[in-house]
């Protein structure tokens, strides 16, 4: 099985930056994901890693560490819109399938 | 283009009775998954489906089950609801069968009664 861990909760000030870690313990591991998800909305794709290191898509940003089973997701000039739960997902590719097994999410509530 | 369609959008049920969820995928995306999201979780991995056959099944009991449709559309079914079954139950696309990018459906709020 799997095993992913995330804070539960996290708060930030209007353009500042957040950091939202993950640490995960899989036996296949193929992939991490990082989802945003509003209240009562649909969970939507922020970024995808499967090699070491950072990977930058605008102001967010997602570092991953096979050898330490580590990730986090770097949000940069914070917006009042970024208030939402953060997903972090890990895709175990053994037995053929790729299957995501997802964190319980951080809820980050941004401040003005 | 349209996105990832789920219908209903909300369903109300009681105790024993069975649903239909359905799900329609983007166009082109061959490989469809089911989860279920409890309030306060993650989603939880149901079914996955890809080119019509089951691919993948999370740890859920057999009133739990899928099927897909030549035209990739899904849907998923469960029978003798229970109040546990409440929960958000989203679809998600992606064009093959190891999901880098996996598009989510709006989802279906279904309450059991």
């Known amino acids: 099985g799997q095993n992913i861990d995330q804070p539960t909760e996290m708060t930030a000030t209007e353009g500042a930056i957040v950091q939202i870690n993950c640490t995960y313990q899989?036996?296949?591991?193929?992939?991490l994901f990082w989802y945003q998800q509003h209240a009562g909305e649909a969970p939507t794709f922020l970024s995808y890693?499967?090699?070491?290191g950072l990977e930058e898509k605008g102001r967010f940003s997602s570092f991953l560490s096979r050898s330490k089973g580590y990730s986090y997701l770097l949000l940069k000039e914070l917006q009042m819109k970024d208030s939402a739960s953060y997903l972090c997902?890990?895709?175990?590719?053994?037995?053929?399938?790729?299957?995501?097994?997802f964190g319980r999410g951080t809820s980050l509530i941004v401040h003005p | 283009d349209a996105g990832v369609t789920q219908s209903p959008t909300h369903l109300i049920k009681t105790r024993g009775q069975h649903v239909t969820l359905r799900c329609s995928p983007i166009?082109?995306?061959?490989?469809v998954s089911w989860y279920q999201q409890v309030l306060g979780q993650g989603p939880q991995f149901i079914f996955q489906?890809?080119?019509?056959?089951?691919?993948g099944r999370g740890n859920f009991p057999d009133r739990f089950s899928a099927r897909q449709f030549p035209n990739y559309s899904s849907e998923l079914n469960v029978n003798a609801l229970l109040l546990g079954d409440s929960a958000l139950y989203l679809c998600?696309?992606?064009?093959?069968?190891?999901?880098?990018?996996?598009?989510f459906g709006p989802g279906t709020r279904l309450l059991v009664l």
């Open positions: 166009s082109g995306h061959k490989s």
């Open positions: 997902a890990v895709r175990d590719a053994s037995g053929g399938s790729y299957i995501p097994t």
């Open positions: 890693n499967v090699l070491d």
């Open positions: 998600a696309s992606s064009a093959g069968l190891s999901q880098e990018t996996q598009y």
């Open positions: 489906y890809y080119e019509k056959e089951e691919r």
């Open positions: 899989t036996s296949g591991f193929n992939g």
